[in-house]
Each structure stands twice: as structure tokens, then as C-alpha cells.
Antibody, heavy 116, light 108 residues
Framework: QVQLVQSGAEVKKPGASVKVSCKASGYTFTSYGISWVRQAPGQGPEWMGW????????NYTQKFQGRVTMTTDTSTNTAYMELRSLRSDDTALYYC?????????WGQGTLVTVSS | EIVMTQSPATLSVSPGERATLSCRAS??????LAWYQQKPGQAPRLLIY???TRATGIPPRFSGSGSGTQFTLTISSLQSEDFAVYYC??????????FGQGTKVEIK
């Protein structure tokens, strides 16, 4: 079955960087893009950006421009999201999702906690 | 950016009753709308795409309707496992994608 499995929870200090992975299985990885979505505690989902696995093109929402980098490794069917210069308000669950036009499926989520 | 507005924020419903959730887009998105269900501690799960097409494995008590700017998700007879938060998402001319703030369906 189509599945996205993300890396485990992270605790980071303000100013640090985090890199979350998302391993895909059950479909042809290069045939679909991957989006990254974050969800702060008690809030709705917030789209962060998208990467075309086929050619590596990216599109990031303005809020994260300059702080986020999305990449893929087609040899391991894995997508990555790196967020730099972390702040306390970056504490959230981070999800990857396969892009059909809508998002399906989603990874299980990775909790990133930013605390001094 | 297209803004998605969901109402109500919270809906209190008894098991077996019908639930009607609304989602409005700030501009026309044709039928490019999806609905997701999220339970505590879980990732969102796709319920509906194309405004009215149920995703694989979604029971027929879930139905979606609407086009343009006004959309509705109806749960015909609420089961215990349906109490959750529901989000709408537009995917018209992506990127970007935008989500509503959610409707929490709680037990009355």
C-alpha cells in the first residue's frame, strides 16, 4: 500500500536547524510531488512548500522563504525538509504528503520542539 | 491567496444524527476541493476530493457537495468513530494549497 514514513521527534535549541525525512513506498516515487505541511498545537494545517520529485523544482510559501529547503533522494525514495534558524514558534508537527492534486496519503508526522 | 473559511468551529451532534459542515472559498475554485478527517494524535486522512468523490475506503455516509465558492460535507448518521476535526482544502491552480481552520465534531 502507499505509505509515507517520517523520521522521529526532534528537540532543538533556538537558532538551530532540523532536517526531517519522509520515506515513500508502494508507488513510483518520481510520479508524484511531495508537499510539507506543519500544524502548530491546536491549529489547522499550514502548507509550507512543494517539491517535484521528477525534476527537483520547488515552491515555498513566502513565510518560509530563505529558511526552508526541500530535497529528494530518488535512490532511496526519500524526501527531506530542512528548516533553519529555528524559533520557539516553529514548535509543531511537521507532515509530508504525496501530492495527487489533493494530499494522499500523509506521513505520520514528526514533532519538532524548539526550546532553550 | 485563496482563503478558506469553515463553519461552525464546533458542531455538537448526537450519535446517529446528521452533521452538516460548511466551507467557503474567497474566490471560485470550481470543484477543486478536498475534505480531510483528523483524529487526535493522527495525521489527516483524505475523505473527499473533487468536492464530491469519496476516497478509497470511505463509507457512503460521508458525502460532499458544492462548487465555486460554497461547499458542504455531510455525515448522514454519525458513528462514534466520526467524532474528529474536519478540514477543507482548496487545490485550484496550485501552488499554493490552503486549508480551512477546521470544524470539530463533538459528541452532544
Amino acid at each position: 500500500q502507499v505509505q509515507l514514513v517520517q523520521s522521529g521527534a526532534e528537540v532543538k535549541k533556538p537558532g538551530a536547524s532540523v532536517k526531517v525525512s519522509c520515506k515513500a513506498s508502494g508507488y513510483t516515487f518520481t510520479s508524484y510531488g511531495i508537499s510539507w505541511v506543519r500544524q502548530a498545537p491546536g491549529q489547522g494545517p499550514e502548507w509550507m512548500g512543494w517539491i517535484s520529485v521528477y525534476n527537483g523544482n520547488t515552491n515555498y510559501t513566502q513565510k518560509f522563504q530563505g529558511r526552508v529547503t526541500m530535497t529528494t533522494d530518488t535512490s532511496t525514495n526519500t524526501a527531506y525538509m530542512e528548516l533553519r534558524s529555528l524559533r520557539s514558534d516553529d514548535t509543531a508537527l511537521y507532515y509530508c504528503a504525496r501530492v495527487v492534486d489533493w494530499f494522499d496519503p500523509w506521513g505520520q508526522g514528526t514533532l519538532v520542539t524548539v526550546s532553550s | 491567496e485563496i482563503v478558506m473559511t469553515q463553519s461552525p468551529a464546533t458542531l455538537s451532534v448526537s450519535p446517529g444524527e446528521r452533521a452538516t459542515l460548511s466551507c467557503r472559498a474567497s474566490q471560485s475554485i470550481s470543484s477543486n476541493l478536498a475534505w480531510y478527517q483528523q483524529k487526535p494524535g493522527q495525521a489527516p486522512r483524505l475523505l473527499i476530493y473533487g468536492a464530491s468523490t469519496r476516497a478509497t475506503g470511505i463509507p457512503p455516509r460521508f458525502s460532499g457537495s458544492g462548487s465555486g465558492t460554497q461547499f458542504t460535507l455531510t455525515i448522514s448518521s454519525l458513528q462514534s468513530e466520526d467524532f474528529a476535526v474536519y478540514y477543507c482544502q482548496q487545490y485550484n491552480n496550485w501552488p499554493p494549497w490552503t486549508f480551512g481552520q477546521g470544524t470539530k465534531v463533538e459528541i452532544k
